[in-house]
Nanobody
Framework: QVQLVESGGGLVQAGGALRLSCAAS????????MGWFRQAPGKEREFVAA????????NYADSVKGRFTISRDNAKNTVYLQMNSLKPEDTAVYYC??????????????WGQGTQVTVSS
């Protein structure tokens, strides 16, 4: 069992940056791929980024490639999402999830409650 709690969301102007954190409880955190997804109002939840259990493999959605960076610290049971050059279209609730490496949300078994990111133009 893994419990996930996101933090770091907020309101930022276009071009700004935010760093999201996801703190996990449970001894098996380091065995899971960790992912970030987001859901904007009226839209389906979409994949943002994922990182393998060792941190050696990362994947990104095309829409965030080059702007966002996912990382993890297994000693701290925490995964991060550094978001730079934010755009208004990045506005969404951001969720972290634990599971297996995939772009598909169904491959992730544990989810946090989400944190709101709002980017103003």
């Amino acid at each position: 069992q893994v419990q996930l709690v996101e933090s770091g969301g907020g309101l930022v102007q276009a071009g700004g940056a935010l760093r999201l954190s996801c703190a996990a409880s449970g001894r098996t955190f380091s065995s899971y791929t960790m992912g970030w997804f987001r859901q904007a109002p009226g839209k389906e939840r979409e994949f943002v980024a994922a990182i393998s259990w060792k941190g050696s493999i990362t994947n990104y959605a095309d829409s965030v490639k080059g702007r966002f960076t996912i990382s993890r610290d297994n000693a701290k049971n925490t995964v991060y999402l550094q978001m730079n050059s934010l755009k208004p279209e990045d506005t969404a609730v951001y969720y972290c999830a634990a599971g297996t490496m995939s772009y598909n949300s169904s491959s992730y078994h544990y989810w946090g409650q989400g944190t709101q990111v709002t980017v103003s133009s």
